[in-house]
DNA sequence: ACAAGGGTCTATGTATACAAACTTGAAGTA
DNA sequence: TACTTCAAGTTTGTATACATAGACCCTTGT
């Protein structure tokens, strides 16, 4: 693996999961010296970040964390809001049903995954992943798929900063097996209405439980 | 400015303006020597270009100018209706209805523009580019606005394929100034509409127009 | 004649040295 | 005392030398 990968890896995982903190200041020789790289492949790596919108160039006091503001998560989920629900409805125009009856049937007995402990969090984790994957499929839309990747790194950091709990896993599973029965149902308007109100419910969790950091 | 802003401007018109054809591989000792830089500030335009999807990297042959299928057209605009669409209609809600309305009234004026011949035609497009531009800011979402322009970049390549005659553009500037007025209005969805008549007829314009390379 | 192996050559990936620009601090003057 | 200017230091931007891996071709053996 390319030591440019493994930086970009690094440095996306510290900020995602906060411990690169937003406004930190992410200087070339202090981190290629914490990477253990030289400077040429941590550049790259923070060209991607930057290209990402995990970081910016502020001027030149070289690249900052970027921050996620309550005003940020609005406007993140207004498009995710957009692209899922479009994302939605071609599934269940194109999609093929079996696969997200499928996955229905998965999503309808994920509480006890989720009541499960360690394992079974991972495995709902897994089965959610599974779904969005199965989405990204269906739509056979490339650059519909690419947007929904690019939103999807600030979501993860989003969700890092939300509490989730068993109550709210076992709803947000409902709302996946209700958005997976309306794509198997081939119903594009159930499909984003659905997936509309998942969205909501989520948000709304986030904004209630979010702890500032 | 920076040798790589340069280089990374330089490549991107040549891939935009179809001097560089898609397939082919831009070598990094070849381009470097060819745009007068060293490697390093190349090599950041490069990825930079990559991750604007202008380019891919293909495996170990280096990067080679990315295709643009009549396929990728058609999920292009796909992903065009929905964010624009999206963006009209916050416009609507959100947008201060007198900007609009004055840009109402200029693309009415479009015509004489139009059939004016080059430095008029000229103004048209920064005419429409204003209207862009107008709706960016009205959104207030500035990932929505970032998805957008990305989007732009692949635009502007297809439509270097079709001949813009003065016939569409006409039509084009009326269908603009119809979105224009929709959102001074503060109406969303005739805002959305106005704005997915535009695209369609745009798709088909280039679909019917395009030249292959 | 065809296939397999090795070697060379050319490409990208990495490290480092150098240049340039900006920031910061201190000192001097109004 | 406050503002301006100059200088030093630290930072990013660029060039280049070196490492490495992949591709292509030639040779050899079956």
């Not at 914490?34 to 006091?61: C, D, H, K, V």
């Not at 993860?156 to 709302?175: K, N, S, Y």
Request: charged share 25%.
């Amino acid at each position: 693996m390319r030591a440019s990968d493994r930086a970009y890896a690094a440095l996306r995982d510290d900020i995602i999961e906060w411990r690169l903190l937003p406004g930190t200041v992410l200087a070339e020789v202090e981190q290629s010296e914490r990477l253990g790289i030289s400077r040429t492949p941590l550049r790259e790596a923070l060209s991607r970040l930057t290209a990402e919108g995990l970081t910016t160039t502020a001027g030149s006091r070289g690249v900052v964390v970027t921050d996620i503001s309550l005003e940020d998560i609005d406007e993140l989920f207004e498009l995710r809001e957009t692209l899922e629900g479009k994302a939605a409805a071609l599934a269940a125009e194109r999609g093929d049903p079996a696969t997200f009856e499928q996955l229905r049937t998965e999503l309808l007995q994920a509480p006890e995954l989720i009541n499960g402990g360690g394992p079974g969090l991972h495995a709902y984790y897994e089965l959610a992943g599974r779904l969005d994957a199965a989405i990204d499929a269906a739509i056979s839309n490339s650059y519909l798929a690419q947007a929904m990747r690019s939103l999807r790194v600030h979501l993860v950091r989003v969700r890092r900063l939300a509490a989730d709990d068993a109550q709210r896993l076992t709803a947000a599973a409902a709302e996946h097996a209700a958005i997976a029965e309306a794509i198997a149902a081939g119903n594009p308007r159930l499909a984003e209405a659905a997936t509309t109100v998942h969205l909501h419910r989520s948000l709304s969790h986030v904004k209630v439980t979010h702890t500032p950091h």
